[in-house]
Structure formats: structure tokens, C-alpha cells
């Protein structure tokens, strides 16, 4: 008998968020009513003309493509980093995946080794530490305090880096957060990299276009070109194109880190469908009005949800500047689990923020209709407050 090589990766025990989704699913099939706020998934469809294209190509033979996407989905994230970032990337500087999700985690496995560290500020998107412990490493998690906008400054960038740090983790606008930076704040942190040559740096801004401040979006590559060459500039089109389950995602880095990016890729699942890279040409190419539209409707959610939400003292909770979550903190006497799992007996599934990095809090996500939106915060400022 052949032994099978024990865990040697302790991990969180899969996506916490989904294990809620799910409990919500399976209260629903049993007959109860249930808000569910737990995905941060857009609600609405495609842009039409992605739709179309990729009803046209199904027609036609479709093979493997290069596993750095058709030369078409390369041009089109060029030259839309190019037009809405400011910044030029050559054909050889974009590595394609199956979501950002794949081009991070194989950034990750192409580069980490056991006992390196990679910075994550808290709190996190759920999967940055479990596809660092994935790789050996280890995550260094930073708090952000939710007093400065849950933003990582300067200090506590220093003080999180060693000698054995090889990735720090920059998410903006950060999910569950919603925080966005600013010129000066990456200014400030550009200053503190300098002084750190070997850490590579993750810019993950896959929620760039979902954003309610009215400054630009400014890229960390853009305001520090000469860091340029260390960062990995993630992006795609699930969350602006709303297009999660077409499974398209880029980096954007140095030729070299690329290349071994794309070696990864072959050796997994070799390329993201072709059907799928086409749809998302046909989004970068297209007519762009659709993300002014939907950002003017999570704006509206935003707002409706806050001005519920601000109704109870029981909570204490930010203006998210982008992306689509609350994340108040819960100022009742227990534990976060504790309050999600009471919340769902009242009918509203949430999120846990210790999930996230951020025991106390709990994370709404806004990408849903605004009726079940502001249901959802009625019942949870209703059992918060004992009413339910
Ligand atoms: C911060 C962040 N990065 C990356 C991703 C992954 O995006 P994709 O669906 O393109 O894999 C998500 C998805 O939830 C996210 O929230």
C-alpha cells in the first residue's frame, strides 16, 4: 500500500464565506426566508455585446488557446490599463488566468518557498492567507484600523517587513473594506518599499471601476514608476464587467516574473476557456458605459444601506469609498461567529469578520437588489437590537 502523504498545510477550512452562503442555501430549501448578504458576487449580467460575441464564437471550432490568453484578450487589458491607469504594459508584461483568483495563486506558487513571508493587511480578502499557506509560506497579517479608514500606513508596513519577506498584499479598493487610497497614503508607502528592495509587490485592484470618490483611480505603479518592475498589477472582469463565472483574470508585471507565471499556467488547467477569453475582449473593447451605470446603482445601494444601518448604536460603520461591502463593527457583548449565527436565525445571512481578519465585525455585501438589500439591514438592526 501506497501511504498518502500526510496535511502538511494547515488551512482555514475552505472559504468561509461559501460555508455561510451555503448554510443560507440550505435554510432556504427547507422552507425558511432567508436575506442573503454573504456573496460578493455582481447581480447583474454581462454587458450585452460579451454575451453576443460568445454566442457567435460557440459556433465556430474553438481549440486551446496560448495559456496567456489570445493575443486579442492580451491587446484589449493593455490597452485598457493604458486608458483608464495611465500605464503601458508591453505584450510580454501580462500573464492570463481563470480569475484573478488563478493569477495570484500562481504568482504565489511560482514564487514563494517554505518559510518566506508575504505581508497581508487586515482585513483581507479570505484568500490571500490560504494560498500563501498553500505554497509553505507564511502570512504576515497586518491590522488596519478601522479609525484610518482600514488602510495600511506607512509604520505598520515597516514593521510587518523582514528579511524574509518576499510579497506584500495591496488590495484598493480592498474587499471587505471598501478602502480606497489615496495619493499621499501611496505615496508614503512607496517611500517605505524603496527602502525594502527585495519585496514584490501584489496590487490587487480587481474592484478599480466599483468606487463612490470622485479622484481618479490611482494605481501604485503609476505614482511610483520606479517600483514598477517589483509589482504585479492584478485585474479582470468579474466584479466591473460582472462576469464572475466567466472565469477571466490578468497580472500585469516584469517580463521575467511573467514568464514564470505562464510556465505555472501550462501545467494547470493550460488556459481560461476560449469562449470566455472572447467574451472578455468583446467587455474591455466595448462601449464602456455599462460601469458608470452600475457604479451609479452600488452607489445608490451604498447609500440605502448605510442610512438603515445608521439607525441602530449597536453598530459602528464606515463609508465604504468602493467595492460593495459594509464591514460595521458590532458593539454587542459577544463574538462575531456568534452574532452571524444569531443573525441568521433572524433571516439575514452575513459574514463573520473574522474571516476577514477582523474579529468584531461582521461584512455585508451591497451587489444585490435594493429591496433585499434593505430588508437584510432591517432584520439585522432588528435582532441587533432585540426586535426581531
Ligand atoms: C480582492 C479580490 N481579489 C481577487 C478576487 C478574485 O477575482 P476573480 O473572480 O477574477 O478570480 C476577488 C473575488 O472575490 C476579490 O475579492
Known amino acids: 500500500m501506497i501511504a498518502s502523504p500526510a496535511p502538511t498545510t494547515p488551512l482555514s477550512g475552505g472559504s468561509p464565506i461559501l460555508a455561510m452562503a451555503r448554510r443560507a442555501a440550505e435554510l432556504r430549501a427547507a422552507g425558511r426566508d432567508i436575506v442573503d448578504l454573504t456573496l460578493g458576487e455582481p447581480d447583474f449580467a ?6 453576443e460575441a460568445a454566442v457567435e464564437a460557440a459556433r465556430r471550432p474553438l481549440g486551446y488557446t ?7 484578450l492580451r491587446a484589449a487589458a493593455r490597452a485598457s490599463i493604458r486608458r483608464d491607469r495611465g500605464l503601458d ?41 490560504d494560498m500563501v499557506r498553500l505554497c509553505g509560506a507564511v502570512p504576515v497579517i497586518t491590522p488596519c ?14 514593521a510587518a517587513i523582514t528579511e524574509r519577506t518576499r510579497w506584500i498584499v495591496l488590495n484598493a479598493p480592498g474587499n471587505p473594506s471598501g478602502a480606497v487610497y ?39 505603479a503609476a505614482i511610483a514608476p520606479d517600483l514598477r518592475h517589483r509589482i504585479l498589477l492584478v485585474d479582470g472582469v468579474s466584479k466591473a464587467y460582472a462576469m464572475t463565472g466567466w472565469r477571466v483574470g490578468w497580472g500585469f ?14 501545467q494547470n488547467c493550460t488556459q481560461t476557456a476560449a469562449l470566455s477569453q472572447i467574451a472578455a475582449v468583446a467587455a474591455l473593447n466595448g462601449p464602456q458605459d455599462v460601469l458608470a451605470e452600475r457604479n451609479a446603482i452600488y452607489r445608490a445601494r451604498r447609500d440605502a444601506g ?38 441568521l436565525d433572524a ?25 433585499t438589500l434593505e430588508e437584510g439591514c432591517r432584520r439585522l438592526i432588528a435582532a441587533l437590537e432585540g426586535r426581531a
Open 46 to 51: 454581462p454587458p450585452i455585446h460579451a454575451s
Open 66 to 72: 496560448p495559456a496567456n490568453g489570445i493575443p486579442a
Open 89 to 129: 504594459y508591453a505584450d510580454d508584461e501580462i500573464a492570463v488566468g481563470c480569475g484573478a483568483k488563478q493569477v495570484i495563486f500562481n504568482t504565489f506558487l511560482a514564487t514563494l518557498k517554505a518559510g518566506d513571508e508575504v505581508v497581508i493587511p487586515a482585513p483581507y480578502w479570505a484568500s490571500y492567507p
Open 145 to 158: 484600523a478601522m479609525e484610518d479608514g482600514f488602510r495600511l500606513g506607512p509604520a505598520a508596513l515597516d
Open 182 to 220: 489615496d495619493q499621499a497614503r501611496l505615496r508614503a508607502l512607496a517611500d517605505v518599499l524603496r527602502r525594502h528592495p527585495d519585496c514584490l509587490i501584489m496590487s490587487d485592484e480587481i474592484y478599480a471601476y466599483i468606487r463612490y470618490t470622485d479622484e481618479p483611480y490611482t494605481s501604485l
Open 253 to 266: 508585471g516584469s517580463a521575467p516574473l511573467i514568464t514564470r507565471i505562464t510556465a505555472i499556467q501550462t
Open 306 to 343: 448605510l442610512e438603515i444601518l445608521r439607525r441602530s448604536d449597536r453598530l459602528a460603520v464606515l463609508v465604504p469609498d468602493g467595492a460593495f461591502y459594509f464591514l460595521p463593527r458590532s458593539l454587542s457583548d459577544v463574538d462575531d461567529a456568534t452574532a452571524a449565527d444569531a443573525l
Open 347 to 371: 433571516g439575514v445571512a452575513t459574514v463573520p469578520g473574522s474571516a476577514f481578519g477582523s474579529p468584531g465585525h461582521l461584512r455585508l455585501s451591497f451587489a444585490t437588489d435594493l429591496p
